[in-house]
């Protein structure tokens, strides 16, 4: 018994020190030198995960594991963390983009993807919310089931309120593959657009700068913040908790009754929501 003890006495320090987090700063940055954008990072598997600044800046509090980047644009990259560090230097390289599908035929306008039904009218909402701190990276949408192949052309939502300055929100476009339901993204370039700070209903039409085509499959169209006004964030954190406003630094949408998925922290797991913000989706279906 002793010897047991004695065992699980020189164990115990190590599976603690498995679990402490260190502060990882840098910067990502692309071939030429340049800053990549609001890339996501993070170490999947413990859920941990963030979205750098737009000058391509990160910090994140991570166990001795390894760091994983995302960006659509570019070649995922992986960093290992040996211990706390404040001058880490990613650089990514560009994805190699192979030609746009093209396909002949007739095509009919129609919308992909509509938002489902208002659960409680105007009063039911979901929140994005940057009252504990940074963004995480949170992405929530709707399913869509695409019968012929489709071109997309709009993606329609309605933000109820925002209170978040400087926001620049994005849309994520993946494929669903297997029956373990593999989340594989599909687009070529970012879809970045601004939200206004508005106490009013704002309707929103993105329009993608690429042709995306669809091939028939399930598909997520999910929307995630990711970049603020980094001092409006700091003000707010500054404040005491007492004199800070619930409905400060959040974005607000009206609950739809529609499947979903939501993911939590930048590349964590999807997991299944009978909810959603709203999302629609419009353009030509190949007859």
């Given at each position: 018994?002793?010897?047991?003890?004695?065992?699980?006495?020189?164990?115990?320090?190590?599976?603690?020190?498995?679990q402490?987090?260190?502060?990882?700063?840098?910067?990502?940055?692309?071939?030429?030198?340049?800053?990549?954008?609001?890339?996501?990072?993070?170490?999947?598997?413990?859920?941990?995960?963030?979205?750098?600044?737009?000058?391509?800046?990160?910090?994140?509090?991570?166990?001795?594991?390894?760091?994983?980047?995302?960006?659509?644009?570019?070649?995922?990259?992986?960093?290992?963390?040996?211990?706390?560090?404040?001058?880490?230097?990613?650089?990514?390289?560009?994805?190699?983009?192979?030609?746009?599908?093209?396909?002949?035929?007739?095509?009919?306008?129609?919308?992909?993807?509509?938002?489902?039904?208002?659960?409680?009218?105007?009063?039911?909402?979901?929140?994005?919310?940057?009252?504990?701190?940074?963004?995480?990276?949170?992405e929530?949408?709707?399913?869509?089931?695409?019968?012929?192949?489709?071109?997309?052309?709009?993606?329609?939502?309605?933000?109820?309120?925002?209170?978040?300055?400087?926001?620049?929100?994005?849309?994520?476009?993946?494929?669903?593959?297997?029956?373990?339901?593999?989340?594989?993204?599909?687009?070529?370039?970012?879809?970045?657009?601004?939200?206004?700070?508005?106490?009013?209903?704002?309707?929103?039409?993105?329009?993608?700068?690429?042709?995306?085509?669809?091939?028939?499959g399930?598909?997520?169209?999910?929307?995630?913040?990711?970049?603020?006004?980094?001092?409006?964030?700091?003000d707010?954190?500054?404040?005491?908790?007492?004199?800070?406003?619930?409905?400060?630094?959040?974005?607000?949408?009206?609950?739809?009754?529609?499947?979903?998925?939501?993911?939590?922290?930048?590349?964590?797991?999807?997991?299944?929501?009978?909810?959603?913000?709203g999302?629609?989706?419009?353009?030509?279906?190949?007859?």
């Amino acid at each position: 018994m002793r010897i047991k003890l004695l065992f699980l006495t020189l164990l115990l320090p190590v599976m603690l020190f498995a679990q402490e987090r260190v502060s990882v700063k840098g910067r990502i940055i692309d071939e030429k030198g340049d800053a990549v954008e609001y890339v996501q990072l993070g170490v999947p598997k413990l859920e941990i995960g963030t979205i750098s600044t737009a000058d391509g800046r990160f910090e994140i509090e991570v166990p001795c594991d390894t760091l994983e980047f995302f960006h659509v644009s570019y070649q995922p990259a992986s960093y290992p963390v040996t211990g706390p560090s404040d001058d880490v230097v990613i650089v990514l390289l560009e994805q190699e983009l192979p030609p746009s599908l093209i396909i002949g035929g007739n095509t009919k306008e129609r919308y992909l993807l509509r938002p489902g039904t208002k659960i409680l009218g105007n009063m039911g909402v979901i929140s994005f919310s940057l009252q504990n701190g940074r963004s995480e990276g949170r992405e929530l949408g709707s399913v869509a089931q695409v019968r012929r192949p489709f071109l997309l052309q709009d993606i329609l939502l309605s933000v109820h309120s925002n209170h978040i300055p400087g926001c620049v929100a994005s849309i994520n476009i993946y494929r669903i593959e297997g029956k373990k339901e593999s989340f594989v993204n599909v687009l070529r370039k970012p879809i970045y657009f601004p939200v206004a700070v508005t106490d009013e209903p704002q309707p929103l039409d993105i329009q993608p700068e690429e042709s995306l085509l669809l091939e028939p499959g399930k598909y997520f169209v999910a929307f995630q913040i990711v970049g603020y006004d980094e001092q409006a964030l700091e003000d707010f954190l500054a404040k005491p908790e007492a004199e800070r406003a619930f409905w400060e630094m959040s974005m607000d949408f009206i609950i739809h009754f529609k499947s979903s998925y939501v993911r939590e922290v930048a590349l964590g797991e999807m997991k299944p929501l009978p909810v959603n913000i709203g999302i629609a989706v419009k353009g030509l279906e190949y007859q």
